[in-house]
């Protein structure tokens, strides 16, 4: 757990204090982060999350069914009733998790589907230390551009790892195959773990440790350099442009200075952006179903990639 007093717990939900009050983040227990207990944890989520989804699925009216598109794994979520005006029009998907953790099936996908009206294709890439980069942005990128040659309009979401497999996809797109706009939910933008959040929200944030986050982005790169801007596309270039975007996080996000450092990239090269910074938030506090700054969160963000369509 972490701790929240009572003079911080005045500005945020009752919900969102006694998560904070009843939560620990994810310790990864040996130096580095093994195939053998990332399947663990994930068999531990994944038994978590199931019914909920199951549930939800029903709540929202969605189909969910699995597929493979351009050679990678997708979950494709739709409304029952797409909008009348959206038949063209597609949402990508990528989940957080740190590359090695969660899946194609998620919360926050499955909202994008309902709160939208549009039909979804959230990745189901391959995880680490199993797979390593490329293999989880290559997919990503085949992924998308599949979609692209089945639907006019396409706009994207990921949150944290999501994020940054979406952010290099987005931006090796060719311009006509771009989508219409972006949002980031807390995004993995570098991986060398740097900034003012690595040390002044550890152990603030109820999800995650600097510890924890060194082992996921080193589980993830391999071989393979941080600051190469494929593994970290806040080293990018931006000139040849980007989406409109809008990028979220909180003032206990351990990656918060990964989200205000890449909005000033994108400001830089003139792509039009827009940052916000939840009071009170942790990393990826979106993907907790029922707190109120979750939903609102994910209603701006929604509603930002709506009006794009």
Not at 65 to 94: L, M
């Amino acid at each position: 757990m972490v701790q929240v007093s009572d003079i911080q717990a005045q500005t945020i939900s009752a919900a969102a204090a006694a998560h904070l009050r009843t939560n620990a983040p994810l310790v990864v227990p040996d130096a580095v982060l093994t195939e053998e207990y990332a399947a663990a944890v994930n068999d531990l989520l994944a038994a978590r999350i199931r019914p909920f989804l199951d549930g939800l699925r029903a709540q929202l009216d969605l189909a969910v069914r699995e597929e493979t598109i351009g050679g990678t794994r997708i979950v494709v979520i739709e409304p029952r009733k797409v909008r009348r005006n959206r038949k063209g029009v597609a949402g990508v998907f990528a989940h957080g998790g740190g590359f090695a953790l969660l899946s194609g099936h998620d919360y926050n996908a499955y909202r994008m589907a309902h709160d939208l009206g549009i039909v979804v294709y959230s990745v189901d890439y391959s995880l680490s230390p199993k797979a390593r980069f490329p293999v989880a942005f290559e997919e990503t990128q085949r992924a998308y551009q599949a979609v692209t040659r089945r639907h006019r309009t396409v706009v994207v979401a990921g949150s944290s790892a999501g994020a940054n497999l979406l952010i290099g996809t987005v931006r090796a797109a060719a311009r006509g195959r771009r989508p219409a706009a972006a949002g980031f939910f807390a995004p993995a933008a570098d991986l060398r773990g740097i900034g003012d959040s690595y040390v002044s929200n550890d152990g603030r944030d109820p999800l995650l440790t600097r510890d924890t986050a060194e082992k996921l982005w080193a589980a993830y790169r391999g071989t393979a350099s941080a600051v190469d801007p494929q593994v970290s596309p806040l080293l990018a270039d931006f000139s040849g442009g980007f989406v409109p975007t809008t990028i979220t996080t909180g003032t206990r996000d351990l990656l918060q200075s990964d989200a205000v450092r890449f909005t000033r990239v994108l400001r830089q090269a003139g792509v039009p952006v827009r940052l916000r910074v939840w009071e009170g938030m942790w990393h990826a506090f979106e993907s907790v179903p029922g707190l109120p700054e979750g939903d609102e969160c994910m209603a701006e963000v929604f509603g930002f990639l709506d009006r794009h369509l």
